[in-house]
């Protein structure tokens, strides 16, 4: 058996416009073991989300293959699809719309067991009242519509939901971006003690990298479609190896004000460049502060590096370029 959750080989999503073809996803190699909770990262426009949903089947993918707990994806929803959805599911950005606005909480939770037909009348009662302890919520929403719940409620049964079927796998899509700052971290807690309760294999796509410090063991930079590193993610924190990730690191602000007052930052010059038309050699370096002549030529490959991850930089095993 193999010891990976979800392994992504080579994969590419492109979308034919009238501009043009947008590579949104362009080579992407991922491996992410059993039990880990892993981060994905970047820019807006990166292609974190359209990875996320690739991986899973929500987005159709140009090339490339993923596999799941060693299953082909593609096959397994193919020949199984309910089976498929026992093993994997997604949460979205947004639990309102994500859910029907005509059903209660007690509709909503109970439909994936229906669906499936899992447990009897009273079984089924019994497991909506053991996932509003997991997401700890009380008895009283199962009566309530979605859109009366707080934001934080809301994603709270949208997780509950997810659980109903008893996953390994939960890919959540910025789950936290639409709740309040007050609220992110109780929820962010909450993956947490479910991840390490369950056992769950969690991939969460997320712009904040503090947060994603704290609860993920692992996590993937990505930049224009590729990824730009990856690795543990104490470590690759703690020392990272590509500019790019150093420049995203450099923006998170430190609670200590006079860490924040003297520690050094990266303003990167310009926006990205566009999926459409990516430079020759390293996406990044049309706004790299380190390029040197063969990084607008050669196209860099992910390679072992200092922290035991991975990185796409020529320059990320000479210590003498690092900019922080």
């Known amino acids: 058996m193999t010891d990976f959750a979800i392994e992504a080989t ?3 999503v492109h979308f034919k416009t ?55 994806r593609t096959d397994w929803q193919r020949a199984d699809r309910k089976g498929f959805a026992r093993a994997v599911q997604f ?49 009283t929403v199962l009566d309530r519509i979605p859109r009366s719940l707080s934001g934080g409620q809301r994603q709270r049964v949208s997780i509950a939901r997810a659980l109903a079927l008893n996953p390994q796998v939960l890919i959540c899509d910025e ?39 704290e609860v993920c063991s692992e996590v993937t ?7 730009a590193e990856q690795g543990v993610t104490k470590p690759l924190f703690a020392d990272p190896a590509h500019p790019y990730t150093q420049a995203l690191l450099s923006a998170v602000p430190s609670p200590d ?31 790299c502060p380190v390029v040197e002549p063969q990084c607008r030529v050669t196209e860099p490959q992910l390679r072992a590096v200092k922290h035991q991850g991975q990185a796409a930089c020529h320059l990320a095993a000479a210590e003498t370029h690092a900019v922080i």
Request: proline share 7%; with cysteine.
């Open 10 to 12: 080579g994969l590419k």
């Open 18 to 72: 009238g501009a043009g073809l947008v590579r949104a996803v362009d080579g992407v190699d991922l491996s992410i073991p059993k039990g880990a909770f892993h981060g994905i990262v970047g820019e807006s426009g990166c292609g974190k989300t359209t990875l996320a949903r690739a991986i899973i089947g929500l987005q159709s993918s140009t090339e490339g293959s993923v596999r799941i707990n060693g299953r082909d």
């Open 91 to 139: 949460i979205f950005q947004d639990p309102l719309g994500s859910m029907s606005r005509r059903q209660t909480v007690g509709q909503t939770l109970e439909e994936p067991l229906l669906i499936h037909g899992i447990g009897t009348a009273s079984e089924r009662k019994a497991r909506l009242a053991e996932l509003l302890d997991l997401v700890a919520l009380p008895s």
């Open 175 to 213: 789950p936290l971006s639409a709740l309040d700052v007050s609220v992110r971290a109780q929820i962010v807690n909450l993956f947490a003690r479910l991840q390490a309760q369950l056992g769950l294999t969690i991939v969460i796509v997320a712009h904040d990298l503090a947060i994603v410090r």
């Open 221 to 227: 930079v990505m930049y224009l479609g590729r990824v």
């Open 257 to 287: 004000p006079r860490i924040e007052a003297t520690r050094p930052r990266i303003l990167l010059a310009g926006d990205p460049p566009s999926p459409r038309n990516p430079p020759p050699g390293c996406r990044f370096s049309t706004r």
